[in-house]
């Protein structure tokens, strides 16, 4: 079983939608979270972290749920430049972390 | 801003030839990673040094080996390069050994073994 598993998509919504995914994670001691946001050829970036109470940076919005294990991410209003693939990413208990593979979002015009 | 610079952005390489990959980053991070990147597979670490002349096996260290003299600088070396390791390698950098230090990656190197 994968340590993180994400639906790869890929999420066509036109520019000003709401667009919502998870991920899910095998290890219950893991203590950190992060969604990474990776462009097409281009290396991943942090996008945010995930605290447990929820937490929101502008138009991105991100929950953990540790009962259930998952991570979600929402994007409000959608731009052209949201187009990416979003990596979900979770820590082992030590200072290595745990990639998704990756749900790819892409926003028409 | 954090840079992280690697060699090169794409290679082409001959089966069983060694290959040498170079990382350098310019923040005085203590951490260095090397992950491949395969379609489906998400990013699967390799090697990590927490110091200089230190290393650790990660995920999938077999065919692969590491050298960090400096602080900067961290080397993945393919011994004798397979076909299956035809891959997007990519090297990252974080401050301090905590899980909540953000990884700060290169551009990617692509390497193709024919």
């Known amino acids: 079983r994968k340590e993180v598993e994400q639906d790869p998509g890929p999420f066509n919504v036109p520019e000003g939608a709401t667009v919502a995914f998870n991920c899910t994670y095998s290890?219950?001691?893991?203590?950190?979270f992060f969604w990474y946001r990776q462009d097409c050829r281009k290396e991943p970036k942090l996008l945010m972290s995930?605290?447990?109470s929820g937490n929101e940076d502008g138009r991105f919005t991100a929950q953990l749920n540790r009962a259930s294990q998952y991570i979600s991410l929402l994007i409000r209003d959608s731009k052209l430049s949201d187009s990416a693939t979003y990596l979900c990413?979770?820590?082992?208990?030590?200072?290595?972390?745990?990639f998704g593979a990756g749900t790819t979002v892409t926003v028409r015009a | 801003d954090v840079k992280v610079t690697q060699s090169s952005r794409y290679l082409v390489k001959r089966t069983g030839e060694k290959v040498f990959l170079e990382c350098v980053q310019d923040?005085?991070?203590?951490?260095m990673f090397w992950y491949r990147q395969d379609p489906g597979l998400g990013l699967r670490l390799i090697y990590f040094?927490?110091?200089?002349?230190?290393?650790e096996k990660g995920d999938i260290p077999e065919g692969y080996s590491v050298s960090r003299e400096k602080k900067e600088r961290f080397s993945l070396i393919l011994e004798s390069a397979s076909t299956n390791q035809t891959s997007m390698y990519l090297c990252?950098?974080?401050?301090?050994?905590?899980?909540?230090?953000?990884?700060?990656f290169g551009p990617g190197t692509r390497l193709t073994v024919l």
């Open positions: 990252a950098s974080s401050l301090g050994t905590s899980s909540y230090n953000e990884q700060f």
């Open positions: 290890n219950s001691a893991s203590q950190s």
């Open positions: 995930v605290y447990s």
């Open positions: 990413v979770v820590s082992r208990g030590d200072y290595k972390l745990s």
């Open positions: 923040m005085d991070h203590e951490n």
């Open positions: 040094s927490y110091d200089v002349k230190m290393k």
